[in-house]
T-cell receptor, first 112, second 111 residues
Framework: EDQVTQSPEALRLQEGESSSLNCSYTVSGLRGLFWYRQDPGKGPEFLFTLYSAGEEKEKERLKATLTKKESFLHITAPKPEDSATYLCAVQDLKTSYDKVIFGPGTSLSVIP | KAGVTQTPRYLIKTRGQQVTLSCSPISGHRSVSWYQQTPGQGLQFLFEYFSETQRNKGNFPGRFSGRQFSNSRSEMNVSTLELGDSALYLC??????????FGSGTQLSVL
């Protein structure tokens, strides 16, 4: 069965203190791995899609990387506005489109 | 371009009642997925509809059902509400079957 785990569950950083969030997944075959950001009281907002090991994507202070069993979301010199819950999700090659399985998320707090 | 719209935003019901939630997808998106989000379980997949047909279903009891109309709008129904059904219900639409655009959700409280 497809499974996604994320660590740490919660992370507090000082402004400017870089760190990484981890996403570990188990699927028969990876169709795609997704990172979303969710602010309180809102739905998740798409950040990145990764398809194959070795792939990297960047957006402002965020960089997502992918290996065969893990993905990392690196946050460089974070700002308070980066505070949110970051969700990792996967789609299995063997399931139909649009069944996306989400991990539990990492709650990030960036302190000024 | 308007985003995904979910109504109502908040809902309070009592045990045993039923509830219907509504979702209007982004114009042109024919796929609509529903998720339940709780602090303990995270985002759990409920079901997905494409062109009025349910293509995928998660591991939820039959009390949870949905449908999609010809204009791609979707409704989700929960019958015989239980306390454990209290959650944020999120709808997402998709054009390509992968990239999901979420609404702000309906916060359901069951008393």
């Amino acid at each position: 069965e497809d499974q996604v785990t994320q660590s740490p569950e919660a992370l507090r950083l000082q402004e400017g203190e870089s760190s990484s969030l981890n996403c570990s997944y188990t699927v028969s075959g990876l169709r795609g791995l997704f990172w979303y950001r969710q602010d309180p009281g809102k739905g998740p907002e798409f950040l990145f899609t990764l398809y194959s090991a070795g792939e990297e994507k960047e957006k402002e202070r965020l960089k997502a990387t992918l290996t065969k069993k893990e993905s990392f979301l690196h946050i460089t010199a974070p700002k308070p506005e980066d505070s949110a819950t970051y969700l990792c999700a996967v789609q299995d090659l063997k399931t139909s489109y649009d069944k996306v399985i989400f991990g539990p998320g990492t709650s990030l707090s960036v302190i000024p | 371009k308007a985003g995904v719209t979910q109504t109502p935003r908040y809902l309070i019901k009592t045990r045993g009642q039923q509830v219907t939630l509504s979702c209007s997808p982004i114009s042109g998106h024919r796929s609509v997925s529903w998720y339940q989000q709780t602090p303990g379980q995270g985002l759990q997949f409920l079901f997905e509809y494409f062109s009025e047909t349910q293509r995928n279903k998660g591991n939820f009891p039959g009390r949870f059902s949905g449908r999609q109309f010809s204009n791609s709008r979707s409704e989700m129904n929960v019958s015989t509400l239980e306390l454990g059904d209290s959650a944020l219900y999120l709808c997402a639409s998709s054009l390509d079957g992968q990239l999901l655009f979420f609404g702000s959700g309906t916060q359901l409280s069951v008393l």
